[in-house]
């Protein structure tokens, strides 16, 4: 069978005009590409070194630079070395579903933005999976949840407006840390149960003192860390104190079963009491312990007078008080006073220290008596 013969040109005037028309098109397009051939029926290629444009893509060939021009030099698609670029003057998105609408950011009717990029600022309406480090140095906007599988690395913030979960299953809490996996205890009496809606929730498998939580000065030698039921100091410098400050007039508390067990007073200076019970030949009394001060009787050889002496000197001069004990109050007869008006009165009161003198006889005599005594000074600086 033989290939049918080409439709002849029309003669005459019209034949004329239309091969006329054919040509000026032709002209005009190497007149707008230059050099170019057409080397098959689905492919134009500009030579000598440009693109190839095939019925199904374009060949740009080993040509770097700025490629695509979609708007302006400012919008487009280009190469570097091992690098393939695309050039915004502001925003990128990727949109599902939806129509185009001529609007900054807007995905068009009944169509979603899965994925934005703004001046720096990412935003993902859905999950983001990150496997290995990711490194943030300015902002990271997250809608849903942020699963972290690998180490993070933030330069600046990071904004959650869902839950973060750092390892296996977190509850929902805005920030919710958990070192091993939880579960409910099993044991009778009572269950535990993890809660949600928190601003932070911490859990691992710990001790009371163990390191769950801490939080350090920057050369890492001091801190305070949380165990499951203990707060406690941290860090490797020795004796560190642990402090517990009121700001302005309020009190340092501490309850128990929603009572103030303790209640210390605070915005005016931090305190510390020294207290004892002595006998009448300066031995502590039945059932106590001397705990920071010292007792020296018949101090210059008198017999009813007693020195004490602070352990740790207060700063300045402290507030103090002492009681001759009335009464046989250790069932050891001559150790109280059997006369109502026997006394124990403060001599002199020193930064480390203080005298006491005791009166047998309604306080006309002197005599070894038994009495107690507590003194209220700041703190060491």
Known sequence: ????????????????????????LLATLFALVGRATAHAQDALTIAPDGATIYAK????????????????????????????????????????????????????????????????????????????????EKSLAVSATFVGKGDATLGKSLAVAGGVATQGTAGKNTLDVQRAERTNWAGTGWKGEHPTGLALYVTATSGEADKLVEFRHSNGSQGIGFGYNTIYATGPHPDQPLRLTARGNGNVEIGHNGQKAVA???????????????????????????????????????????????????????AAFATQIYGNLTGNPGEGSTTSGDTANIVQVRPDGMRIATFAGGGRSGGDRAFSFVVIGPQQA
Do not use: C
Not at 59 to 68: D, P, V
Not at 97 to 118: C, F, N, W
């Open 1 to 24: 069978m033989s290939r049918a013969s080409p439709t002849p040109e029309p003669t005459g005037e019209t034949g004329i005009n239309r091969r006329a028309l054919k040509l000026g």
């Open 57 to 136: 893509y374009i060949n740009f060939g080993k040509r770097l630079g700025a490629l695509l021009t979609l708007y302006d030099p400012d919008y487009g698609l280009g190469m570097q070395h091992f690098t393939l670029y695309a050039r915004s003057g502001k925003n990128f998105a990727w949109y599902k579903g939806g129509a185009y609408v001529e609007k900054e950011l807007d995905p068009g009717k009944d169509g979603a933005t899965m994925m934005s990029l703004s001046d720096g600022t990412l935003t993902v309406s859905d999950n983001f999976i990150g496997k290995g480090e990711a490194t943030v």
């Open 264 to 318: 210390v007073a605070g915005g005016v200076e931090a305190l510390r009491i020294v207290r004892g019970v002595v006998n009448g030949n300066g031995t502590p009394f039945p059932g106590t312990v001397f705990s920071g001060f010292s007792v020296t009787p018949k101090a210059g050889g008198q017999a009813n007078l007693y020195d004490i002496a602070f352990t740790d000197p207060f700063p300045t001069v402290p």
